[in-house]
Every structure is written in structure tokens, then in C-alpha cells.
């Protein structure tokens, strides 16, 4: 954990926090419980108080190589400098605690910028913000927080989390601005999830990049002071005041172009005084001499002009004051004074870009009292308060004002209406001084015993209490310029990342509700459309099979009905002769299959009839199951039906003609053409019988061309022979009979002809139809096209509610796997919410604020 890294980073050799730096209190020197011993200083850390009477025991103060001073005077350099350490135990255990904050809020934004990898954060596009305010607060301003990457998939999900109130937020660091010129949309609004989701990620980078910056601020044991101000306002002439020394070059015209920043040599360059002179376009390191020229300081005069070659002066001075008098050697932390360029058209940017480093944690502006303060100045002041808090006012050359009363009200005024802060504690932070008057008073680099009223000077008398407030502020109360940033960003942070968390624990919990609500709807309505498509499959199914069985035997009773009837049925040709055999035999053939292809075209008809109903009656059952619009827009023609597979009967019946065919003798008919009667319908069928009876046997034939001398033999001779006279008998008759019973047959077998041959056509047809099974293959044919033509509308009702069922089980699995990331993110979000607020509290209770005011 990173708490334990920094309770190892505080440096027991610094102060001595007794057991365990839990301790309540904490013995900062000498010997403890002892009263022959030391005397010891006890720093409650919890209260943060000092037990005094301990502190001082009436010696002089000795500084230690460990920063820590074993006091043994009553002096009050002694007591200062007590309480600088006392201070910089403060510090450090704010540090620790602020370092610890800092790399919880690092880990919060990993752990968020995890999550938004897995799912993306809800950001809410509706932020406050001063120009669309107005805008945003108006009914129509209510936006959703999720916009789909898609801009086709408009169909939300119940369960997706939408921002339904019309709140706006107010981020501070978390705010994604991407307004583009003053009256532009807010754009953020028009961004998809995805975008919104890549620009916070890079956001929480920013921030963490930013947080790993202020914990090398605050870890830093040095103090980095700008001097800035309007040209030739006295900043270098101050810096020297403040080391007694010149050092800086100081001229009527102005002359510093480069930055300088001046750093004790003692700590820093092995106390070697010169100049590290940075050529533009390096960068400083102290153990690469590569990246810098070295100078001896008598050559800084040339150098600060030499802007076009140096981008920074690093100044080694040795300042060998005491440590309570020294404010860059003061024996508890490094500080540094950077002396900047007079603020002028080149200069301004730079400065102030200077002024915002992490690392600066005062500015202190120096105006020139008879000017007060240009434009530029006015400018650079706003900023760098807004930016820093707090800042030193410097006003210089006091001596050469003659009404000093009315100055410092005009000058207090400019200072009320630029920085109110400032003003509000302008006895520390805006100081009246004469910077030349205290070089002069101690050109050989004496320093005042740090008293007010020790006569410093007739024309500066508050540059002593301008050093102790400075360094008030910087050694003692680092807490203001270090951490209090670091502070106030954490604030800033955690008070954004309260918000965030919040609103995505309220979408994610409404999220988590919709689906669960969602999931209580559908299952019911699921198991329904899969009742409702069992049922409704199953009707069709056995509708389908009842119309094709119906079909099926209607076309087998017509067929067979036909086939029956077809031995008796007038074809209605004409036997036109012999000579026209050929086209009877064609018609009479085509005549009769023709008969028989009605009787299946009819049951075709009779089967469209019957399909059509049934198509009428699945597409019903669909509607009612599916509802309205939910099947294909689909039109039936009857006429498609049975259109491409012809009944092929015709081709099966053997086409070819031969003698054969005409000649079908048959008692009945030839009784019929020889015009013989037959006394009664029982003798007919008697006759009928035995004739057939004969045909069966084979004998038919021979009976009929023979039957002439069968009669003459067993009845017309015996009883016609009685009445005619002998030689009729003898010789007429015979010959008579001959002739007939050669004519007659041949009489019958030419009239019969054209019957015997329709006879002998049915007889084939029958064969062929009975041998290939026609009645049943053909209304199997028929019935099987019904089943064919029906299975459409079935498949579509079936695919409809395939498709019905497939849509509720992936909205099902959708919303199941909605819930599952709601829940997910519900728990991260309210364990974030926890944690963000636990952080927030202990950042507040830091307690930086009290030293806002220098005692
Ligand atoms: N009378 C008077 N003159 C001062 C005081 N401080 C500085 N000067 C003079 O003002 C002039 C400018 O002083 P510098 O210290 O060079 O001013 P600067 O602001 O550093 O100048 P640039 O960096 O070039 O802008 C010098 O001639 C100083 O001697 C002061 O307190 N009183």
C-alpha cells in the first residue's frame, strides 16, 4: 500500500516521533521523563500543540546535523526555530497523509478507467456551466446520459440506463469541455457513449498525471520562490536584499532577460559560488555538465542579457548568515529564488507559465512604488492568484515616495480590487520596502536579528517583518503554498468523483430494477408465444393433413368413378370408314383419356378450391397467435398449382393401332347389330353370362363365327326343315346358311368395329391404369401439391414465430446480461461511492486552513 510507503518515507531522522508514529505524542528532542536529563519538546500530533514549558530551557540553540536543535538559550531566535521544526513536523505528517490521499485518488481513477475499458461510465452531458446554464436548465435540456454508438439502433432497451431527471452537474476537474468558439454548442452532447467514454478516460490520465506532479511537489523538501514584476521594479535589487548581498545585477535600465534561479552552494554545489548557465533547448542535470556552461558569478552581469542563448541561470551563493537569519540556508527546508524578467510583451507568457509550475509555491510580485501597477502587472496578478491562492506584493522603492500614507492607500486599493485574499491578510502578504536601503545598510551581507524595530532602515522599516512573514510562510507554514493546492485538488477531486460515482450508483440501481421488472414481464409472455406456437403449429399441422386426405380421396372416388363409368359412356365420334381408321382410332383414344383427364382436372380444381380455404383458414390462426402484420404480405394463385406437372396418362398409353384392336366380339353387341332380340333381360343376362363365360374361356370367338352352324345343327334344321320343301332344304338352305353363317360374323365384325375398338381402348387404358396404380398415384399427386402449397403459409407462421420466440429469448438474454452488469457496476459504484466519500472527509479534515494567517 502506498501508506506504507510513506510512513517509511518520513525520515525518523528528522524529528524523533517516539514508539510508533501513532503515538498521540511524539518527543521532538532532548531526553523525555528525564528531569536531570535534556530538556524535551512534546508535539501532540493529534491537537498539533507544543508543550512550551518543556520546550525552552533558558540555553542557547545548537543546530544538529540531523536539522534537529537542542535548544539551550532563552533566546528568541531559539524559539523560532523550535517552532520551524515544529512546523516542519506538522508538515510532514500532513505530507504523509496528503501523499496517502493522493495515491488512493491514483488507484480510484485506475480502478475507474478499468472499469470504463469493461463498461463504459455514464458521463452526463448535461453539466452546468455559465453560458448554458440557461439552456440546460430548460425542459428541453433533458439528456440522456447514454447516446448508442450507432446512429441506426434508435430502439433503446428498457433496461439501458438513461438519466430521466433533468439535473445538471457541476464538475470542476472532471469537466469535459469541448466547446469550440463562444456561442458553440456544448459538443459533448452530440458525442456517442464510446466517445464520451474515451475522453473521460483520457481525462482521469490528465488527472493522474497531474496528482503524480503535486506529490512530487509536496514531496519535495525545497521551496521554489518567483520574484516577477513590472520592468525594473527592483526584483533583483530585492532578491539581494533578501541574500544581504549583491549578487543579482541591478541597473537603472532593464537588464535581466534570463531567468535566474539562485540556490544555496553550501547543500547544493559543495559551497562552490557560480553560475550554471542552461544553453536553450537543454536540460539541467547538475551531475551532466554537458547540459550546461559554467561560470564564475562576477560574469552574471553579462549573462542575464543573454537571453538568446540561456534559458536559465542556475546562481550558487553562499549565504553565511545564521540559520534563523538565512531564508535560502534557514535549517529546514532548501528554498530558492528565481529572479524573473520584467515583465514586457516577450516576457509575459513565459512568466506566466513559469508562475504555474508545480513546483513555485510563492510568487512574490514586485511593483515599483511610484508606478504602482501597469496593466501587465494587473493582469499577471489576477492569474497567478487565481492560480496560487495566495501572493506576495513587494512594493519597492518606498524611499522614493514622499506622501507614503497616500500611496499605500492607493496601492491598497488596486490590491482590494485585484487579489481580495491578498488584501484580506495584506499585513503579511503586501509589504512597503525599500530593497536598495537594505543592500546599503549591509553591503558586506549582515542581516537583521529579524526585529521590526530594530531600525532597519528610516525608508524600510517593514522589510524585517516582509523576511519574517516570508519566511513564516515558506519554512513554517509550508502547508499553505505546498499542500494546500494538493489539498484543495484532492477537494476539488473526490468531491467530482462523489458526484460521478453517484449518478452512475442511481442509473445502474434504475438499470438494475428495469431489468429485473423487464425479466418478470417476459418470462410469462415467453412461456405464452411457446404454448401459442405449440398449439397453433399443431392445428395447422392437422388442418393440413385433413385437406390433403380430403383432397386425396375425392380425386381417387372421381378417378375411379371414370374409370368406371368410361366401358359405357358415348364418345359421340363418328365412324367415318375404313378409310379413316387411323383418325377414328386417334380420337377415340384421345376421347377417352380425355374423359378420364376432366375427371383429375376437376379434382384438381376441386383441390385449389379446397387448398385456398385452408390457406384463408391457416393464415387466421397466425394472425390470431402472432397478431396483425406480424406474417409476409403473401397473395395465392390457385393456377400455379398443378401447372407445371401434367397428368401423363396420355404418354403411358400405348399409341400404336393394329387390326386387332378392332375386333372385339361380344354377344351383346353382335345380338344388337344382327338385330337378334333377346326375349328378356334374364335370358339376356343368361346369354350375356354364358357369352362371356365363352370369352373367358377363350372360346368367344369361335362360338360367334361358328354359333350359325351350331343353330342350324341343333335347332334351325329340326324345326325349319319340317316346312320347306326338300330341295330348299337340301340345296337353298345350306347354302343359305353357309352364307350367312360366313356373312353374318363378318357383317358383325364390321359394324362392331369402331365399338370393339372403344372397348378394346377402355380395356387397355384399364390395364395401364390398374398396372401403374393411376387413382392412387395421381391423387397422390394432387394431394401432395394441397400439403406442398399449404406448408407455405405454415412455414411462414412457423418461421414468424421461430422469429418471435428468438427475439424474447435474445431480449431475455440481453436483459439478463444487463442485469448482470448492473449489478456489477451497482456494487462497484456504491463501494466507490463509500470510498470517495471516506476520502473526501479525511482531505477536508486536514486542517491546512489555520495557517492562513502568519502569526
Ligand atoms: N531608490 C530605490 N531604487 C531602487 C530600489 N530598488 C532598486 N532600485 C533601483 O532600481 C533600478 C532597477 O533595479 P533592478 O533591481 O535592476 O530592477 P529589476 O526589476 O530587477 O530590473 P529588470 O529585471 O531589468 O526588470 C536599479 O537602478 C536599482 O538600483 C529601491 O528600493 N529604492
Redesign the pocket.
Known sequence: MSGDKFEKDHNPAEVSLGESDQDDNATLFGSNGDPQGPAVANYNIREGTLDGQTLVNGEQGIRTENNISVLNGNSAQATDLARSQLSQLQYNENRISLDRSINTASNILSNLQAENSVRPIYYPTNIQDETLDSKLNSKSSKLALIRHNSVGNSQHLLTEPRDSSSETYSFELLKINLKIGPSSENLLQTLDKSALSQLLNEKFSHIKRHLRSLRERIDDTSSKVLVT??????????C?ALLRRKV?????????NVFCEIIDARDNNNGIEEVHAIPIGSVYLKNDERTYKIFPLEELEHLVYQSEHYSLLIVYVTDNRPVNQSLLKNGVIDIKLI?A??LNLDSYHTTQVFSRQEEIDLVVF?VNAENHFTLSGREFISSATNDKNLIFIVV?????IRDQNKCKRKIMDQVHSLSPETYKNSSNFVHF?????MINQNPGGDGPDGNPDDGDGPH?PDFDHLEASLRKFLVEKRSLSKLLPAKNYLVKLYSDLIELSQINEKLYNESKIGAENELKKLGPQYDEILQSSAKTNEKISRLIESVSSEVYTNSRDQINRIINEVDHLSLGIKFEGYSNITEFARQVQERIIGKILEVVNSAEEHARNETSSAIDEIKRLGVQALGEGSLPNTRFIPSSMYSKKKDNLQRHIDNEVSLFDFVDPNFESFCKICGITIPDSRTNLLIGLTANKLWAGGLSSMAILYGPRVISTVTGIASISNYIPRFVVTKVVPGTLIGIAIGMPLYYLYKDAPHAYQRNVVKKIKRKIESEDYQHLNSLRISKEVRKVLNYPAKDISNAFATTIEKQSSRRSKILSDLKTSEISLSFYRELTKQVKEQYQIVQSFDLESVHTVN
Not at 520596502?433 to 536601503?437: G, L, Y
Open positions: 514584476g513590472d520592468l525594473n521594479s527592483g526584483k533583483s535589487a530585492f539581494n543579482m545585477p541591478e541597473d537603472q535600465q532593464p537588464c535581466t529572479d524578467p520584467g514586485v519597492n522603492k518606498f524611499d522614493n520596502v525599500s530593497s536598495k536601503e524600510s
